[in-house]
């Protein structure tokens, strides 16, 4: 039986688990995908028993580990340095390479509703500055959109939008938009919504609303947009499914059974 791990903090909520395992059982793949509750001064020790355990095929990274991994690793694929996360690895012998699954994700996610991807020449505001908010930005100024970010530390906000130019384009930081108007879409990329609260509280919703938070039971921003006229959702269960199914495909080397995925998914996406 080999292995594929959860390093991260807390993993206990993860709907990742029953995808995958789903996934391995309908392939009859003699595979187990497990959580491994992952302290900060854990992470180093956690990989090293990755490279020495023949039986582990390879893991997914979550927060708070995504960013830090990255110089632990032996390799790691041009796309994951460039949003400079890793949510993949995938165990070749005693070598652990790093990707990340993020932009094919988020991609999918938006081809799947009925606008379409790509979104382009639109203004796009980011909420967050972390490693998904990265990969959105790429993803979308490489599709020709205006990119804004705004983010709790505006520092955070600076720095990612100087790190980054797609063809000739960066993002630009805005204030936090309360009392505002987005322009034509928003992405949340950051945790408000696990717990209850409203990312994107007295402010009008635009057009397209992307809510990356995965969870359970639907968010208060995917609720209000679903009860608003002309607004599409794109709820953070569709990502998941997406990028967990470009994961499955980089550590088993066959397509993922996506519809045995998405029916481990706790609500219909
Ligand atoms: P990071 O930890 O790298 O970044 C988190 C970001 O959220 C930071 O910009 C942080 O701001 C901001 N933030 C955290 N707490 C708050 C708060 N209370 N109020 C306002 N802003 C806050 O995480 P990731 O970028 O990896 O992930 C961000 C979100 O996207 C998570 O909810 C994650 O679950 C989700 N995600 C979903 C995926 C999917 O497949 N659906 C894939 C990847 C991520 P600051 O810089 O000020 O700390």
Redesign the pocket.
């Known amino acids: 039986m080999s292995q594929v791990w959860l390093i991260g903090r807390p993993v206990a909520h993860s709907l990742s688990p029953a995808m995958h395992n789903a996934a391995f059982a309908k392939l009859g793949l003699p595979h187990r995908y497990d959580t491994k509750e992952t302290a900060d001064d854990q992470l180093a020790a956690t990989l090293d028993r990755m490279r020495r355990d023949d039986a582990v095929l390879g893991a997914n990274v979550?927060?708070?580990h995504?960013?830090a991994v990255l110089r632990l690793l032996d390799d790691v694929d041009d796309e994951a340095r460039r949003i400079g996360?890793v949510?993949t690895i995938v165990s070749r012998g005693s070598r652990l390479v790093g990707y990340n699954t993020?932009i094919y994700?988020f991609e999918r996610a938006l081809e799947a509703i009925s606008v379409g991807f790509p979104f382009a020449n639109n203004r796009i505001l980011i909420?967050?500055?972390?490693?998904?908010?990265r990969a959105c930005a790429l993803s979308l100024l490489a599709h020709g959109n205006e990119v804004e970010i705004a983010?709790?530390?505006p520092v955070?906000a600076e720095a990612l939008a100087r790190s980054m130019e797609v063809d000739g384009r960066r993002p630009r930081v805005v204030a936090w938009p309360k009392g505002s108007e987005p322009g034509d879409a928003v992405v949340n990329?950051?945790?408000?919504g696990?717990k209850g609260e409203e990312a994107l509280e007295d402010v009008q919703l635009p057009r397209w609303v992307i809510d990356?938070?995965?969870t359970a039971e639907e968010t208060p921003l995917v609720k209000r947009a679903k009860a608003t006229d002309n607004v599409t959702v794109v709820d953070?269960?569709s990502?998941?499914l997406h990028?967990a199914a470009r994961s499955f495909e980089l550590w088993t080397g066959v397509p993922a059974p996506i519809e045995v995925m998405r029916a481990a998914l706790p609500r219909d996406v």
């Open positions: 979550t927060i708070p995504k960013e996360a949510n993020d994700g909420l967050g500055a972390g490693g998904a908010a983010n709790r530390d955070r990329a950051t945790p408000l696990l990356l938070v995965p953070g269960l990502m998941l990028q």
